[in-house]
């Protein structure tokens, strides 16, 4: 398509706004249009704790009772 055969974005069907006016109607309308955007792109998966990088930062293991339990996986 050539840019003439295109139908414009934004109509003004009343009024005569001038430059700034127009220039806030688009930046609302691109906000609106993006925040639509971003709510519906799914949500990022949750990262496994056998994945997490952070796990493998823990305090160090001290022996005694129940030790074990610490050298596990958070909870």
């Given amino acids: 398509m050539t840019e003439q055969n295109q139908r414009p974005v934004l109509r003004v069907v009343r009024g005569t706004p001038d430059d700034v006016e127009l ?3 688009t930046a609302v309308v691109a906000g609106l249009s993006l925040a639509a955007g971003a709510a519906a792109e ?3 998966k949750e ?3 056998w994945a997490d ?4 930062m823990r305090r160090p293991l001290h022996p005694g009772p129940r030790a074990w339990r610490a050298s596990a996986l958070p909870r």
């Fill in 42 to 44: 799914p949500a990022a």
């Fill in 53 to 56: 990088p952070a796990a493998r």
């Fill in 23 to 25: 220039a806030a109607l």
């Fill in 47 to 49: 990262r496994s704790l």
